[in-house]
């Protein structure tokens, strides 16, 4: 029963600095539930990412049935981080209150690891470095992001490989836009899914993803209007009215286009 000098489940974890690392800035009881809200959302964003990148170069090198089973797991991560809203809205907005001046000018607008999981699946927007800014080092890592082929950018050459007619995006850095040659080849992946399976299964992960990454907006609004009203959000931005306009933003916008024309 001894581990004296050997790995133990703490040490393997790193516990005590995770445990280690809640800092609440005032008195108030739910401060401590709303610093593990968002701690444990960026590790889940953490692994999201890690997931996200090797499903990238999974599709990029053609190893589809891998990326499959990655971007099952986002979906899975994105329904925990759904979930845990059902805590965060147990606290009240009176209870709010008693801790958010020590926020400061804190915000979950400026979560960089958002900011990357949008930048990776193709939502791209250099006007939202600003928020990192003060950051060189994320804002380097950001724009690095910017140079590359996003998630959905990858699938798109998996479609001109199976001989689609759809065109490569000449500027990297910008949001995907629908594109009427995508979505008539997606359809046509549709309408034939037995010819074109692992295009078709691959397409299903993908609004699987923005499926849940839209619930996960949702309740997000939900939560800020339930705890702070219409107030501004403490980073600066509009808070509700803000959040509601980023329902709008489609990732993939071709597979959602697509189900019109079938």
């Given at each position: ?19 280690g ?42 190893r ?7 971007l ?36 979950g ?10 930048f ?6 250099t ?48 949001p ?17 899914p ?17 499926d ?51």
């Amino acid at each position: 029963m001894s581990f004296a000098g050997r790995m133990s489940y703490g040490d393997y974890l790193g516990l005590d600095k995770i445990l280690g690392a809640q800092h609440p800035k005032s008195d108030a009881h739910d401060e401590m539930l709303f610093i593990i809200q968002h701690q444990t959302a960026e590790l889940w964003m953490k692994l999201a990412l890690h997931e996200m990148s090797a499903a990238r170069d999974a599709i990029a090198a053609g190893r589809l049935q891998p990326a499959f089973k990655m971007l099952s797991r986002v979906a899975r991560i994105m329904e925990q981080l759904n979930s845990a809203w059902d805590v965060l809205r147990t606290m009240t907005p009176s209870e709010y209150t008693q801790f958010r001046e020590a926020l400061g000018e804190s915000s979950g607008f400026q979560s960089y690891q958002y900011r990357m999981i949008e930048f990776v699946a193709g939502n791209r927007n250099t006007a939202m470095l600003g928020p990192h800014e003060h950051r060189p080092d994320l804002v380097e890592m950001l724009r690095a992001e910017l140079t590359r082929p996003s998630l959905y950018d990858v699938v798109l050459t998996r479609l001109r490989n199976a001989g689609f007619d759809v065109p490569a995006r000449s500027q990297l850095d910008q949001p995907h836009q629908p594109d009427p040659k995508a979505s008539a080849a997606w359809a046509s992946v549709y309408r034939e899914p037995e010819r074109y399976w692992e295009l078709y299964e691959l397409a299903e992960k993908l609004v699987d993803f923005e499926d849940y990454f839209r619930r996960w907006r949702f309740n997000h609004v939900t939560t800020v209007e339930r705890v702070i009203g219409f107030k501004r959000g403490s980073g600066g931005t509009s808070g509700v009215s803000y959040l509601r306009r980023m329902l709008e933003v489609v990732l993939f916008p071709d597979l959602w286009e697509m189900r019109t024309e079938l």
